[in-house]
């Protein structure tokens, strides 16, 4: 994890169209996990937190502020392999990753859409 951070939109709909948009038009390699790729993946379950993987050095360029307690959080990439395949115009990371995240959740919800997740792309 390199850090938490804070987004300028009004809410995380906003926000994940604009990294969508700025990341395509700028050519910044991102990966969503966790809630927001499960949601984008089968329409299941979608949180509030944004984990994405992400560089460090785009943090600037998509206007994050870094805090402690901020729904961003950034995952150093680790390779290319965090860049699995695109679901409505979001990419995000394979299904194993998004499912690790998703068991990182302590929320019952967030533990039954793991298992959804799981039973679809994991088998």
């Not at 804070?6 to 700028?26: G, I, K, N, W």
């Not at 937190?49 to 360029?61: R, S």
């Amino acid at each position: 994890m390199l850090g938490r951070f804070r987004y300028q939109e009004p809410s995380v709909e906003q926000f994940v169209a604009r990294l969508t948009h700025d990341a395509a038009a700028q050519k910044i390699p991102y990966a969503l996990t966790g809630g927001l790729a499960a949601d984008a993946m089968q329409h299941f379950y979608r949180s509030s937190n944004v984990a994405v993987f992400l560089n460090t050095e785009n943090q600037h360029t998509l206007r994050l502020l870094p805090d402690r307690t901020g729904p961003v959080v950034l995952l150093k990439p680790f390779g290319s392999l965090v860049y699995w395949r695109e679901f409505e115009g979001r990419m995000v990371a394979p299904p194993w990753l998004v499912y690790a995240e998703l068991l990182n959740g302590s929320d019952p919800r967030v533990r039954e859409a793991a298992e959804e997740l799981r039973q679809q792309f994991l088998k």
